[in-house]
């Protein structure tokens, strides 16, 4: 199995702006349904100008169609809860403050690109996909009503250093862009290039 219930794995995040600085840390974990679990929480250092503390949780069903996405996010004084339900049939993104109010009949929606998923779904979906170097992939991602695409690149083999051992990887560069192009399209948002251990089971971020 590509990944399985259990599988759990914390990302160290630093600050490299000026000053090396331990920002925090990143859990990706996951639990049977398929629930693919983000979290995110900022090291003593950040929290005493910035401090969050944010869960975003994604069901699927077991082809990594999205059924619903739930996040919280405490991020100082301020405390948000916004869910959000993939209506595949009906082409739309439910929304609202919980799933309940996602549900009902006067909840707010956005269209649903077939096939979309969102970003955790879409993390997990890359590793079932035959990566080789040289190999480029599209994939439509819905994140909360936002319609993208996430061009992939697979670059090549390498490795990395996870806890003292040095692992053979995948190095992934990811490029995401505005599905419906404006008068001026943006700039492509790159996000810090993906690594993914050849054993399809563990990844590392980097900047």
Known sequence: MLFR???????????DGGLSLD????TLSIAAGPRFVASA?????????FEANDTF???????????????????????????????HRARVV???SDLRAA???????????????DALAALYYIRTLPLEPGARFQIPVNEAGR???????????????????MQPALRLDPVLRERVERRRPPAPVRPAPARRRSDRRRWCCSR
């Open 5 to 15: 219930s259990g599988e759990r794995a914390v990302y160290r995040v630093h600050w």
């Open 23 to 26: 920002a925090g840390t990143i």
């Open 41 to 49: 929480v900022t090291s003593p250092a950040i929290s005493r100008f």
């Open 57 to 87: 949780v994604t069901t699927t069903d077991a082809g990594l169609s999205v059924q619903t996405h739930e996040r919280e996010q405490r991020e100082g004084a301020r405390h948000v809860t916004r869910a959000f339900i993939h209506d």
């Open 94 to 96: 439910r929304m609202g």
């Open 103 to 117: 549900a009902a009949s006067g909840a707010s929606t956005l269209p649903l690109v077939p096939e979309s998923r």
């Open 147 to 165: 319609n993208l695409v996430v061009d992939v690149a697979v670059s090549a083999k390498e490795f990395i250093n996870i806890d003292g051992r």
